[in-house]
């Protein structure tokens, strides 16, 4: 009879390197880039919920946003509650350039996480460049969140003023 030694795994580490070799597997399957960007795939081999959560995580972390994004709305389609999803889906839209996307997920998000900051901005941005300055100043006063979140509020509350033609009121932004 044969003795084997026994081997122990921690529960994350194996977690985590099966984690790891499905996002691997599945990003290497990746949907035909005939696919749509913005539609998600439902023919090709990203069927489940968790492949394409997952294997956006993967993309995300080799900075292949683009791919990412695709993951992630494939994920989003099958779970369209997900906070988690909305928030990855925002973002990797935003980073992609999809900004019709990623306006529609920013609403939403912020309908889930009122005070989420980068969706906050992003919405504060689109209205800003539409002219609809009180909209914009809504959604950066409530980004205003921490000390980044203050100084990135003050200075687009600023932009507005001097959109407005309020330049003193603009410097005084400003001072913060």
């Known amino acids: ?14 977690v985590t390197t099966l984690a790891a070799f499905a996002a691997s597997f599945v990003a290497m399957t990746a949907v035909s880039p005939v696919a749509s ?12 919920l968790a492949g394409s959560y997952l294997a956006g995580r993967f993309a995300r972390s080799k900075h292949d946003t683009e791919r990412a994004a695709r993951f992630y709305r494939n994920a989003l389609f099958r779970d369209r509650e997900s906070p988690v999803l909305v928030e ?10 999809h900004w019709a996307e990623a ?3 920013a609403t939403r998000l912020v309908k889930i996480q009122d ?3 980068m969706a906050r901005m992003f919405l504060g941005l ?19 969140s ?24 603009a410097l005084r932004l400003l001072k913060l």
């Open 1 to 14: 009879m044969r003795h084997f030694r026994s081997t122990s795994f921690a529960p994350t580490t194996t």
């Open 37 to 48: 960007a913005r539609t998600p795939d439902t023919t090709g081999p990203m069927r489940s």
């Open 88 to 97: 990855q889906s925002f973002l990797m839209e935003a980073s992609e350039g």
């Open 103 to 105: 306006e529609l997920l």
């Open 115 to 117: 005070n989420h900051r």
């Open 126 to 144: 689109s209205a800003f460049k539409k002219q609809k300055y009180l909209e914009a100043e809504k959604h950066f006063q409530k980004a205003d």
């Open 146 to 169: 921490g000390p980044i979140g203050e100084l990135t509020s003050a200075i687009a509350q600023s932009w507005i003023a001097l959109a407005r033609g309020q330049k003193s009121r």
